[in-house]
């Protein structure tokens, strides 16, 4: 049987995803990207799963879809039509982009090398994002004619602003982690050795937080991004009357005044 292109471990309540295609950059194939929303489904039914973390195997992140794939690549041929790319994205990139929004439990990106194209923006589309000091970060859309896509428009320029994310998109040069943390494009730098480690202490720490929370917190942070400043805060009313009949809520409180740890299990 061959190996498996997504790599599946358990650690406690944290599922570990590792992208395996070390050989092309764990560059997407089509199967590779029904396997990752097979295990991100996985993980989103098992409810002893708190934190989902994906990261690359060998020396990068993803380098975005895989060009070779016949389901894209065009045909040399004379007379050949090209592919229709918008099917990639409705049957492969789209739902992917959907089901990392939607997880039921927050998803962290470990960013252990170069993340290029849609492999850029699944790590930007995760909801913490930590790089070793050797990632970097393309956007190499433009270099091959194309939008960034897998959420790309969507994302830059509610992260860096639009100014610089029509730089990051249109130029597609490579961003280094040092540079990307400081445009606020993501979350956190470490060096490389530590990665590992500190990807796993944030996603196990996130694991141990109320989980209903943290993502209600996401989708409040999204919606909020449509909404003027008085429905906003009429959603977080919404939101914090229903957590506050949850379990974790009064877990929460009660820890605190018995000033012990919470034991948190909504999800
Ligand atoms: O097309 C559609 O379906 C629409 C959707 C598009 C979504 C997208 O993601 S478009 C963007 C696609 N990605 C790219 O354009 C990036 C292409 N790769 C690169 O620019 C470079 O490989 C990197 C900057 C990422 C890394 O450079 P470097 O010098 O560290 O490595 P390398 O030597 O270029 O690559 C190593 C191997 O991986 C090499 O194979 P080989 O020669 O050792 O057999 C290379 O061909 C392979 N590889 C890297 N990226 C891809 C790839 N193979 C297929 N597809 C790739 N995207």
């Given at each position: 049987m061959s190996e498996s292109l997504i790599q599946i471990e358990q650690h406690g309540g944290v599922r570990l995803l590792r992208l395996n295609r070390p050989e092309a950059l764990n560059a997407f194939t089509a199967a590779m990207l029904v396997q990752l929303r097979h295990a991100l489904a996985a993980a989103a039914e098992d409810g002893a799963t708190r934190c989902v973390l994906i990261?690359?195997?060998g020396r990068a992140f993803s380098a975005g879809q895989d060009l070779a794939d016949p389901l894209v690549a065009p045909s040399r041929e004379p007379g050949v039509a090209p592919k229709n790319l918008g099917h990639m994205l409705d049957h492969y990139y789209i739902p992917l982009a959907l089901q990392l929004r939607d997880m039921p439990v927050p998803v962290v990106a470990a960013v252990n090398g170069v993340a290029a194209g849609a492999g850029a923006n699944v790590a930007l589309g995760c909801d913490l994002v930590l790089a070793g000091e050797s990632a970097s970060f393309i956007q190499a859309f433009s270099k091959i004619g194309l939008v960034p896509d897998c959420g790309g428009t969507w994302l830059l320029p509610r992260l860096v602003g639009r100014?610089?994310?029509?730089?990051?998109?249109?130029?597609?040069?490579?961003?280094?982690?040092?540079?990307?943390?400081?445009?606020?494009?993501?979350?956190?730098?470490?060096?490389?050795?530590?990665?590992?480690?500190?990807?796993?202490?944030?996603?196990?720490?996130?694991?141990?937080?109320?989980?209903?929370?943290?993502?209600?917190?996401?989708?409040?942070?999204?919606?909020?991004?449509?909404?003027?400043?008085?429905?906003?805060?009429?959603?977080?009313?919404?939101?914090?009357?229903?957590?506050?009949?949850?379990h974790d809520y009064l877990e929460g409180t009660a820890a605190f005044m018995d000033k012990r740890l919470p034991v948190f299990k909504d999800r």
């Amino acid at each position: 049987m061959s190996e498996s292109l997504i790599q599946i471990e358990q650690h406690g309540g944290v599922r570990l995803l590792r992208l395996n295609r070390p050989e092309a950059l764990n560059a997407f194939t089509a199967a590779m990207l029904v396997q990752l929303r097979h295990a991100l489904a996985a993980a989103a039914e098992d409810g002893a799963t708190r934190c989902v973390l994906i990261t690359g195997a060998g020396r990068a992140f993803s380098a975005g879809q895989d060009l070779a794939d016949p389901l894209v690549a065009p045909s040399r041929e004379p007379g050949v039509a090209p592919k229709n790319l918008g099917h990639m994205l409705d049957h492969y990139y789209i739902p992917l982009a959907l089901q990392l929004r939607d997880m039921p439990v927050p998803v962290v990106a470990a960013v252990n090398g170069v993340a290029a194209g849609a492999g850029a923006n699944v790590a930007l589309g995760c909801d913490l994002v930590l790089a070793g000091e050797s990632a970097s970060f393309i956007q190499a859309f433009s270099k091959i004619g194309l939008v960034p896509d897998c959420g790309g428009t969507w994302l830059l320029p509610r992260l860096v602003g639009r100014a610089k994310a029509l730089e990051l998109a249109l130029l597609g040069e490579r961003v280094k982690a040092v540079e990307a943390e400081r445009l606020g494009l993501i979350s956190r730098v470490v060096p490389d050795a530590e990665l590992p480690e500190a990807a796993m202490a944030v996603a196990q720490k996130l694991a141990g937080l109320p989980t209903r929370a943290l993502v209600q917190t996401r989708r409040a942070m999204d919606e909020a991004l449509h909404l003027e400043f008085e429905p906003a805060l009429r959603r977080e009313a919404v939101l914090q009357s229903q957590l506050g009949f949850a379990h974790d809520y009064l877990e929460g409180t009660a820890a605190f005044m018995d000033k012990r740890l919470p034991v948190f299990k909504d999800r």
